[in-house]
């Protein structure tokens, strides 16, 4: 989008940006963006993310320990039941009409006896010998009117049932058990098949599911330790890994910010501040982070003689402008950006170090575009064109103006920030100087 096609073409320095300086986060920004470390820094980044997630896992894991063991407990317990059980697949379904034909065996052979009697064992009376009267009968008449033929057949296939019919109830008497252990045992297996159903919520046809579902459980929770030991191992590669990215950022940060120090001094000497050095300190963190295993300070010494100390301690607000314009110079004859734009980064300074920090613009100007918002006629002097910036307003709406100046209209507003309201021969004669001076 346009906001991300900006950023790489523009590049915008505030009057506060040496604010922004005395914060240790915006310094190793700054080393990491003008040394050209984004590779290094991703696969520190990815290391680590990759280790605090495995390390993540491995505390998770070791805190359900307690619960783990309290849950393997309770499985044991269950499958102990369920094994005590032994449910097997349609074992419910054939337990249930066994357990009636026990309890009603008396039954079932006094009546099977009794129908074996009706159908052909009654001496007196029985279906067969009825039937076979029948078909006499019948097979008599027949003789003198054939619609009897088919009748016939229906008695003589009725004969033939009943005599199957018979002979089946004699075999079944001989197979009824009345065994009443077998009855008990029985009956106390659907109680428990019905006790445990119950219990595990499922129907008793599901139990033998239910306990290879648990005894998976339990061997995967009885593997846990096996994976415990195994993540462990991946957290110290994974850890090994990221010390060693880490250290491979470190020595590039450190051969970075010899190149960025030098360059930084150097535009210091410029600046109102000759003899000043400027430095960067890598030293150890306690703690890897995404962001490497350096603590990444910014030393300032302002003039010769004087110890290199933490930017922060700079006390002049005047030279963190400069030591802030001299970063952004020394950053800017690398970047790749086409546009950089300084907004009142000259705060606080004035006279001759004002003038050397427009000329700093100025010789940057010869490797990018430069726009500088300024209120100092030193350095508006150095610059190759002038636009004036005013405030219109009718009293009901106010409106901001551009106007692009002439030379000669250069010399004037110049003259003008030289000399305030009122513009004198002098101012403009200080004007003209200052612009011929510049080239």
């Given at each position: 989008n346009l906001k991300a096609l900006g950023a790489l073409l523009v590049n915008i320095h505030g009057q506060h940006e040496h604010q922004t300086l005395q914060s240790s986060a915006a310094q190793r920004q700054m080393l990491d963006a003008r040394g050209g470390?984004?590779?290094?820094?991703?696969?520190?980044?990815?290391?680590?993310?990759?280790?605090?997630?495995?390390?993540t896992e491995q505390t998770a894991l070791q805190a359900a320990r307690d619960q783990r063991d309290e849950r393997m407990a309770f499985l044991t317990f269950q499958l102990d039941e369920l094994n005590g059980l032994d449910p097997a697949d349609g074992e419910l379904a054939a337990l249930a009409p066994e357990q009636a034909r026990l309890a009603n065996a008396e039954r079932l052979v006094t009546g099977s006896d009794r129908a074996v009697s009706a159908l052909a064992d009654d001496d007196?009376?029985?279906?067969?010998?009825?039937?076979?009267?029948?078909a006499r009968e019948v097979g008599a008449l027949s003789e003198f009117d054939p619609e009897l033929k088919p009748v016939l057949a229906l008695i003589d296939e009725a004969e033939v049932s009943i005599s199957e019919a018979a002979d089946s109830l004699r075999s079944y008497l001989t197979r009824i058990d009345m065994d009443p252990a077998r009855l008990e045992v029985v009956e106390q297996r659907l109680a428990d098949y019905q006790r445990l159903s119950r219990k595990h919520q499922v129907d008793g046809d599901a139990l033998a599911g239910k306990r290879d579902a648990l005894q998976q459980e339990l061997e995967a929770l009885r593997d846990a330790d096996e994976t415990l030991d195994a993540l462990a191992a991946e957290c110290d590669a994974a850890r090994s890994a990221l010390t060693k990215e880490a250290s491979k950022l470190t020595k590039a940060r450190q051969k970075a910010a010899k190149t960025f120090a030098s360059e930084v001094t150097a535009g210091m000497q410029t600046l109102g501040m000759p003899g000043g050095q400027f430095d960067v300190a890598l030293e150890p963190h306690s703690k890897v982070s995404r962001h490497g295993a350096d603590q990444i300070r910014f030393l300032v010494s302002a003039n010769p003689g004087q110890p290199l100390q933490p930017i922060q301690k700079v006390a002049s607000g005047g030279e963190l402008s400069r030591i802030s314009l001299a970063i952004q110079v020394a950053a800017g004859r690398r970047d790749a950006v086409k546009?950089?734009?300084?907004?009142?980064?000259?705060?606080?300074?004035?006279?001759?170090?004002?003038?050397?920090?427009?000329?700093?613009?100025?010789?940057?100007?010869?490797?990018?575009?430069?726009?500088?918002?300024?209120?100092?006629?030193q350095v508006a002097g150095q610059a190759h064109a002038h636009h004036k910036v005013t405030k219109l307003t009718d009293g009901k709406t106010t409106r901001t103006g551009i106007q692009t100046l002439s030379r000669e209209s250069r010399v004037e507003e110049i003259a003008r920030m030289l000399g305030g309201v009122e513009i004198t021969d002098v101012s403009l004669t200080h004007a003209r100087e200052m612009i011929e001076a510049a080239g």
């Open positions: 470390l984004s590779a290094p820094l991703t696969r520190v980044a990815d290391a680590f993310d990759r280790w605090q997630a495995l390390e007196n009376t029985n279906a067969l010998s009825l039937v076979a009267a029948a546009c950089m734009i300084f907004d009142e980064v000259d705060s606080g300074v004035g006279g001759g170090v004002a003038e050397m920090v427009g000329r700093q613009m100025r010789a940057l100007a010869e490797s990018c575009q430069v726009l500088a918002v300024t209120h100092l006629p």
